[in-house]
Nanobody
Framework: QGQLVESGGGSVQPGGSLRVSCAAS????????MGWYRQAPGDRREWVAS???????SYAASVKGRFTISRDVAKNTVDLQMDSLNAEDTAVYYC?????????WGQGIQVTVSS
């Protein structure tokens, strides 16, 4: 049974940085793409960034140049480094993997950007 568990997050002032991490168990992060999504109150869940099985990264336009997705194959973890944060980045952040047509989601972790 695959499981994704997010950690990190928290609160930061505008312009600050935070890092969220996703630990996978029962799922190999190399076997397919891994992604980060976010959902703000009252909004739909939106895609933020992905890293392919080959290590190719892609980003939503709203975070490109500020966020960096990376992975540690030995630890089977995927991180999202978030810099130059602003209030619009406030949301619950979710880790995602799709394996054999099954969608796996973490429980989500709160990121709050506020002065």
């Amino acid at each position: 049974q695959g499981q994704l568990v997010e950690s990190g997050g928290g609160s930061v002032q505008p312009g600050g940085s935070l890092r969220v991490s996703c630990a996978a168990s029962g799922i190999s992060i190399r076997a397919g793409s891994m992604g980060w999504y976010r959902q703000a109150p009252g909004d739909r869940r939106e895609w933020v960034a992905s890293i392919s099985s080959g290590g190719t990264t892609s980003y939503a336009a709203s975070v490109k140049g500020r966020f960096t997705i990376s992975r540690d194959v030995a630890k089977n973890t995927v991180d999202l480094q978030m810099d130059s944060l602003n209030a619009e980045d406030t949301a619950v952040y979710y880790c995602n993997a799709v394996r054999s047509a099954r969608d796996y989601w973490g429980q989500g972790i709160q990121v709050t950007v506020s002065s």
